[in-house]
Each structure stands twice: as structure tokens, then as C-alpha cells.
């Protein structure tokens, strides 16, 4: 009977071990799964800038080539180039507002400050309207009146960028140090 008695002691040594474990492994499992929901959420919101950076880039390749008068871009062209800008920052707007943001304080300010990006990078489409308006103005070449303008617009639009952006990446960079997570910029 002692030793009937000493095996099952055994067995509740082993069931607790096993308890614990299995409560660690859970722990374990839970904190691999938030990782990886911060990490797909994270790449979800560099997604996005990327597709705003494509677009963007298309526009303003377009309006370097008509401002040095190459490639025979239309006014067509370049109207075109904005709507798309304009439409993929309203779709990516959309999908952001339906994003699910993980459960921790760092996500909901990143995507808080996502957001007030977002507004940021509207409030540049319209200064990307004023650049397409400058240089379909009715002239034959550019003149120094309209690199002159184009000038002053750029500059606005990378200030107001710059800055935008650098308060977007301080919080994601608190978001990434809270989740594991490394960032490349």
C-alpha cells in the first residue's frame, strides 16, 4: 500500500509538472501569437506606404518628364497619375480604418498616428493637385515662372512630409521595441 501510495504522489508530482509546462507552453504560444499579429499589423501599415509611395512616384515622374518637356506626357497623363494617388489613399484609408489593431497600448497609437498620417498625406494630394495644375498650364515649354512655382510646391510637400513621416516612425519604433520587432527605414 506505501508504495501504491508513492506512485500516485508521483503521479501528482508529474500532473502538476506537466500543468505547469503546458500552462508555460500556453504563455509561450500566446505571446508567439501577439508577435506575430504586431508583426503582420506592422507589415500591413508598410504595405500601405508602399502603395502610396508607388503611386506617387508614377506622378511625379510624369511631372519631372513634362516640366523637362520628355516623353510627351498629356495633360491626360498627369490628371490621371492624381485621381490614381488620390483613389489608392482613399482606398488605403478605408482599409486602415477596418484594420485590426493588436491589443496593446503601442498598436492603437500607432495606428492612431497612422490615421493623422493618413490626413497628412490627403492634405499633400491637394498640393499634388496644385503641382499637376502648374504644369498643364496652357504654355509651350516650361518657363522659370512655372520651375519656380514647382519649386516653392516640392519643398512645401517634402517639409510637410518629413515631418509627418518622422512622427509616424517614432511611433512605430515604440511599437516595434514593445512587440520584438526590428524596423529598417
Known sequence: ???????????????ALLAVSASSGCELL???KKQKNALEF???????NKRIHEKAFTLGDKIGKR???????????????????????????????AL???????????????MKFLDGQDALGEKLTTAVEIVTKPTKQ???EQMQQMQAVIQ?????????????QTVQRRFASAHGIELKF
Request: glycine letters at 4%.
Open 1 to 15: 500500500m506505501k508504495r501504491l501510495c508513492w506512485h500516485r504522489g508521483n503521479l501528482l508530482v508529474l500532473s
Open 100 to 114: 485590426k489593431v493588436p491589443d496593446h497600448d503601442t498598436a492603437r497609437d500607432l495606428h492612431k498616428q497612422y
Open 156 to 168: 512645401d510637400i517634402e517639409a510637410t512630409e518629413k515631418k509627418s513621416l518622422n512622427e509616424l
Open 30 to 32: 500566446n505571446k508567439q
Open 42 to 48: 506592422n507589415e500591413k501599415i508598410v504595405s500601405f
Open 67 to 97: 516640366l523637362r518637356s520628355e516623353g510627351n506626357i498629356t495633360n491626360a497623363q498627369l490628371e490621371e497619375s492624381l485621381a490614381a494617388v488620390k483613389a489608392e489613399l482613399k482606398a488605403i484609408r478605408k482599409e486602415a480604418e
Open 142 to 144: 516650361p518657363g522659370p
